[in-house]
Each structure stands twice: as structure tokens, then as C-alpha cells.
Nanobody, 123 residues
């Protein structure tokens, strides 16, 4: 069973950038489809981005595709989320998740989750 640990969150001013990392252990990382989700206070958790095995195919929530980029380094067992031009509405807890199912990338069911990292964007 894979374990996931996110890092890289913090406080940033609007217009700034952050790169989140999610380190995986306990499984064969290269076999997993990885996703980043976020949950803002009072809102439902939403899928931000996902990446297939090998990293050649990615998915983004439409409003974010021009500002966020997901990538993976299988040699380091890590998936990243580069976030640029951050806005106050990007404030949320960001979670990474893993699944073995080869379903479409916009699927939101994942069995394995990290503990989350807080991202706060000040105006």
C-alpha cells in the first residue's frame, strides 16, 4: 500500500508561485496514476490535475490549466504541482492521491491519500 506525504505549501502573495511535492513510499510509484486535489473552507474537494503512468498524459480542471502544471519523477517517487499566478481563490488544503485503476484521468475516486498541505494566497 502506498503512503503519500505532501510538502511545499505555505503563505504566498497573489501573483506568486509555489511548487507542491508529494513523496510516495511503500509501492511501485511508476504504476500509479497520481492526482492533486484541493479543498477550500466550506467547499467540496475538487480535482485539480492528474497524470498517467509515464507522465505523457495529463488532465487539468479547465480554469487551472493555464496556471498549474503537474509532473512526476518516477526515479524520485514524487509528483509535483507547479502553481503560478496564484490567486486568493486558490487558497485551500491541497492533497495528492494515488490509484492503480487506469480509468479516465478526470475520475475522482482514489483509494490512497496524503494528509494535505495548506496553501494560503493573500491579496
Amino acid at each position: 500500500q502506498v503512503q503519500l506525504v505532501e510538502s511545499g505549501g505555505g503563505l504566498v502573495q497573489a501573483g506568486g508561485s509555489l511548487r507542491l511535492s508529494c513523496a510516495a513510499s511503500g509501492g511501485t510509484f511508476s504504476l500509479y496514476i497520481m492526482g492533486w486535489f484541493r479543498q477550500a473552507p466550506g467547499k467540496e474537494r475538487e480535482l485539480v490535475a492528474a497524470i498517467r503512468r509515464g507522465g505523457f498524459y495529463t488532465y487539468y480542471a479547465d480554469p487551472l490549466k493555464d496556471r498549474f502544471a503537474i509532473s512526476r519523477d518516477d526515479a524520485k517517487n514524487t509528483v509535483y504541482l507547479q502553481m503560478n499566478s496564484l490567486k486568493p481563490e486558490d487558497t485551500a488544503v491541497y492533497y495528492c492521491a494515488a490509484r492503480l485503476s487506469n480509468s479516465p484521468l478526470n475520475m475522482v475516486q482514489y483509494p490512497y491519500w496524503g494528509q494535505g498541505t495548506q496553501v494560503t494566497v493573500s491579496s
